[in-house]
């Protein structure tokens, strides 16, 4: 029986973090009983032309947002890793690091319908769980690679998660929030103040950077929209 509960990774581009983002990890930290979050920031996404704001602003808003809350951990090896972000280099690292304690991947079902495209997304299984969480307008794969991993792997019981080290898909329905990082960059291109949607530190981050503004415009003048 291991007397430790398992660690969840948060992974993300975090262009910016937003309470979508917060929310389910937290209720997810809450529900799966875990030890504690670590927000993982993507240094360079494979999935994922450019990020607009660069690594270290990405990182600097998501260190703000979790800051106050006990259980949420910055892990920045992404960001500080050269080359392409593969989740599984990710999962190798974080497995070393800790070799006998059970690791939840959380992914979104948008990001979890894409997982076949991963590098060595099926070695994934055998490095954490996965943690699923609902977004709006989503449904579960019943069919394909997925629909097949689902049955393999699937699983209803937490207690799952707690006593192997990795290995089972489990799905949670989290509280429906439809922010979306992109829609929180137009927003702010047009001016528009996200406050609500996002904790006030960031927004002062993104304030201080202008980092949404600059580059939307940019873009906008270059007729790239
Ligand atoms: P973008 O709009 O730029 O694609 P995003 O808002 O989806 O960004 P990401 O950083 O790509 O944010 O997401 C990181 C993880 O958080 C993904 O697994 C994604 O599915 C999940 N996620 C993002 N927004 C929400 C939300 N509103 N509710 C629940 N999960 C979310």
């Known amino acids: 029986m291991r007397n430790m509960n398992p660690i969840g990774i948060f992974g993300g581009t975090f262009d910016p973090i937003h309470y979508g983002h917060l929310r389910t990890a937290f209720e997810l930290m809450q529900a799966l009983r875990l030890t504690e979050m670590r927000f993982m920031p993507a240094g360079n996404p494979p999935h994922r032309d450019i990020t607009v704001a660069n690594a270290e602003e990405r990182l600097a808003m998501v260190q703000a947002a979790t800051r106050d809350q006990p259980g949420f951990v910055v ?13 599984v280099d990710t999962m190798r ?18 990001a979890f319908l894409g997982l076949p495209k991963w590098h060595e997304w099926r070695e994934l299984m055998n490095l954490a769980h996965l943690v699923v969480a609902h977004r709006p307008g989503w449904r579960a794969p019943s069919m394909g690679p997925l629909g097949e991993l689902l049955v393999d792997r699937g699983t209803g019981r937490i207690n799952d998660l707690h006593e192997a ?7 949670h ?14 927003l702010i291109a047009a001016g528009r103040d996200p406050r609500y949607l996002m904790p006030d530190p960031v927004r002062a981050l993104i304030e201080e950077t202008g980092c949404y503004r600059s580059a939307e415009f940019a873009r906008m003048q270059l007729g790239q929209k």
């Open 165 to 171: 080290r990795a290995g089972c898909i489990y799905i």
């Open 75 to 87: 892990d920045d090896r992404e960001i500080r890793r050269e080359g392409l972000s593969y989740s």
């Open 173 to 186: 329905a989290v509280t429906q929030l439809e922010i979306s990082s992109t829609e929180v960059r137009k």
């Open 93 to 110: 690292s974080l497995r070393a690091d800790f070799p006998d304690r059970s690791l939840c991947l959380i992914v979104g079902m948008d």
